[in-house]
């Protein structure tokens, strides 16, 4: 089962008390935005086998939205952290990258 920790609250929860919310780092566009963008930002998301950013939301505790890393291969999870950061930390990129030699960080340039 996979156990994350809510970094609000500190809480470890079992994925029975979260509800995933997708893709993290989303660059988001709304009005004024070209038709490709629009589309891009509605269907177009990364499915990878390895490392991945995903929100999480803690449901059945504070009910505050949060960002994890895991390996979707292995639900190894190798950190959270609230999603009103843009980017995780050096210290959870240098962690998956010791993990998975050969991962290269993408920077993704858009909103938390």
Known sequence: MLTLTCPHCGVQADETELSA??????????PGSSEEELEGYLF???NPKGPHFERWRHAYGCGKW???ARDTATNQVFGTYPASEAQPADT?????????PGWMWRDFGGEA
Do not use: N, P, Y
């Not at 919310?21 to 709304?30: D, P, Y």
């Open 44 to 46: 177009a998301r990364e």
């Open 92 to 100: 959870l990129r240098d962690l998956v990258t010791a993990s998975r």
């Open 21 to 30: 919310g997708g893709e993290a780092h989303l660059k988001r566009f709304g």
């Open 66 to 68: 949060f960002l994890a």
